[in-house]
């Protein structure tokens, strides 16, 4: 049975979300150079979204109508570097996460208890694919540093992979005796 959808239809299903919407993107190409090492201006600062597959890296985006992704073969990749933003922890004295951190329980771990935004906070990461035709760069969010590592190790990438992270900073540091009690 085919159905016939009329616009106040099409208006009222988009009103509830039962639509399918533009998907949300995670990553922004930042860098895209060929094989004479020049950019491409039209895929270059493109949102777009990747898949870690066992034979490739596909990449989907809005470049062109005639190309939405860029498929990244395996045996094509020379290096990918993984470079992890620079984590800066700025707790006050009884907060959650600072007593967290001083009972030995691991950032990664004591920043969900965190109560105000600015006491931790990671610098975006990003995602250097070479193969031997082009580059790519890619940066997200530096909360999915971990699972990218996670994803490119089971998907097979680990003698292809090289990972760079940046030092942590901690701006506040309660554990010095200034000798005012």
């Not at 493109?46 to 597959?53: A, R, V």
């Not at 707790?91 to 105000?116: C, D, E, Q, W």
């Not at 969010?141 to 990218?148: D, I, P, Q, T, V």
């Not at 994803?151 to 097979?156: A, I, L, P």
Request: hydrophobic share 35%; proline share 4%; with cysteine.
């Amino acid at each position: 049975m085919n159905a016939v959808f009329t616009s106040s239809d099409k208006s009222i299903a988009e009103t509830f979300g039962l639509v399918s919407k533009k998907p949300k993107y995670r990553y922004r190409l930042v860098d895209f150079k060929n094989e004479r090492h020049r950019t491409d201006v039209l895929r270059s600062q493109t949102k777009c979204n990747i898949d870690i597959l066992p034979d490739g890296i596909m990449v989907f985006g809005e470049f062109t109508t005639n190309e939405p992704m860029i498929p990244v073969m395996k045996d094509e990749i020379e290096s990918i570097t993984l470079i992890r933003g620079k984590e800066v922890i700025d707790t006050f004295y009884l907060s959650p996460m600072h007593v967290l951190s001083k009972l030995g329980v691991p950032n990664r771990i004591s920043r969900y208890a965190s109560i105000l935004p600015w006491e931790y906070k990671i610098g975006e990461t990003r995602i250097i694919i070479k193969c031997k035709d082009y580059q790519l760069s890619l940066i997200t969010s530096g909360n999915r540093y971990e699972n990218l590592l996670r994803s490119f190790r089971k998907e097979g990438y680990l003698r292809h992979l090289d990972v760079i992270k940046k030092p942590s900073i901690e701006v506040l540091d309660y554990t010095s005796d200034t000798g005012l009690y």
